[in-house]
């Protein structure tokens, strides 16, 4: 089965929506759960963030790249940093600065399960962290 249109234009807008800072997380999932998506996938490497519904269709779409070299080491607390900065829209935040400081501190992408309610942060060496939702 084909995913129609409309599902494609929502992910763009939701993709379009945290690169240039008109949308928040919360916003974003919202948005993505109301159309029926069950989670999303960022690859820094390949630049790509996949949206996922139910039954096994996806939409991919071509992310903005990421201008420092992701890093060998998958070191947490930068990690943990920026996801707090993100979740209080710390002074400053922006989305795009978001990803450049998670992938400085090893992260090749992200994994979101709405279902799950939490994040998924992968390393090259696939150590992860996971982050739940906020209550």
Same mark, same amino acid.
């Given at each position: 089965m084909q995913v129609d249109d409309h599902k494609k234009s929502v992910a763009?807008?939701?993709? %379009?929506?945290? %690169?240039?800072?008109t949308l928040t997380f919360p916003q974003i999932v919202g948005t993505l759960m109301q159309e029926g998506f069950e989670g999303y996938a960022i690859d820094f490497r390949c630049g790509t963030a996949t949206y996922y519904l139910p039954a096994g269709d996806s939409v991919e779409l071509s992310t903005h790249k990421i201008d420092v070299p992701i890093a060998a080491t998958f070191d947490t607390a930068p990690i943990q940093a920026a996801i707090k900065e993100a979740q209080q829209l710390a002074p400053g935040y922006t989305y795009k600065g978001f990803c450049k400081k998670v992938a400085a501190a090893g992260c090749a992408g992200y994994i979101v399960s709405f279902s799950g309610r939490r994040a998924l942060y992968i390393g090259r060496t696939a150590e992860t962290h996971v982050e739940h939702f906020p209550s």
């Open positions: 763009r807008t939701c993709l %379009e929506g945290a %690169e240039d800072n």
